[in-house]
């Protein structure tokens, strides 16, 4: 079945680095994803969402970017800080819709 | 505002019994949806409403899992007769602009059950 999948479970970077999150996705009919943040023992929690009719969209540290050629999302985080620290879903909807999550990718800043 | 309510926040059972959870969304928010959160996975949509009726339940195991939304404002979630499988972290989030597709969703912080 058609899914959205992270590329990397597990990514580790220096505080104040820039760090870059993948997703790729493989439905078609998809034209509208979000990224969500996740800490531990809480629920997912709104970062930046982006439609297809756009590539790049920007918020406060985070950048979302949006390939529809590779069906392939991106959010990129400035200046990494520990409190960045979390599990990050992407999630994938259509206008019918239909929602799915990917597995997520755990992100951990070395002070 | 108040963000999204859930209780309890841990429940251990033993296989075979039966548990409910209760969500309280944020005000005013027409559509609420329950998911299912497996240790290491992405949450997966089990039940959505729109006010109290049914959105979508293709997901939600029926033969044991059971959803209501009597007055449009809070829900339960049951499971009756639980399985070791149906240990998760249950998520429920409310949007206010008809379905996820318009906005973002609010989640709570779930209920944690161990079926044992």
């Known amino acids: 079945g058609e899914s959205v999948g992270l590329h990397l479970p597990t990514l580790s970077v220096q505080e104040g680095d820039n760090s870059i999150i993948n997703c790729a996705y493989s439905n078609s009919a998809s034209d509208y994803f979000i990224w969500y943040k996740q800490e531990s023992g809480k629920g997912p929690q709104f970062i930046i969402d982006i439609r297809s009719n756009m590539d790049k969209r920007q918020g406060q540290r985070v950048t979302v970017l949006l390939n529809k050629t590779v069906k392939h999302l991106s959010l990129q985080i400035a200046a990494t800080q520990p409190g960045d620290s979390a599990v990050y879903f992407c999630a994938e909807y259509t206008n019918a819709g239909k929602s799915t999550f990917g597995d997520g990718t755990t992100l951990t800043v070395k002070p | 505002e108040a963000g999204v309510a859930q209780s309890p926040r841990y429940k251990i059972i033993e296989k075979r019994q039966s548990v409910a959870f209760w969500c309280n969304p944020i005000?005013?928010?027409?559509?609420l949806y329950w998911y299912q959160q497996i240790l290491g996975q992405g949450p997966k949509l089990l039940i959505q409403?729109?006010?109290?009726?049914?959105?979508?339940d293709s997901q939600l195991p029926k033969d044991r899992f059971s959803a209501e939304r009597l007055k449009g404002v809070d829900s339960t979630l049951k499971i009756q007769p639980a399985k070791l499988e149906d240990s998760a972290v249950y998520l429920c989030a409310s949007s206010g602009q008809g379905s996820s597709y318009n906005s973002p969703l609010h989640f709570g912080n779930g209920t944690r059950l161990t079926v044992t």
């Open positions: 409403f729109q006010n109290n009726g049914v959105v979508d």
């Open positions: 005000s005013g928010h027409a559509t």
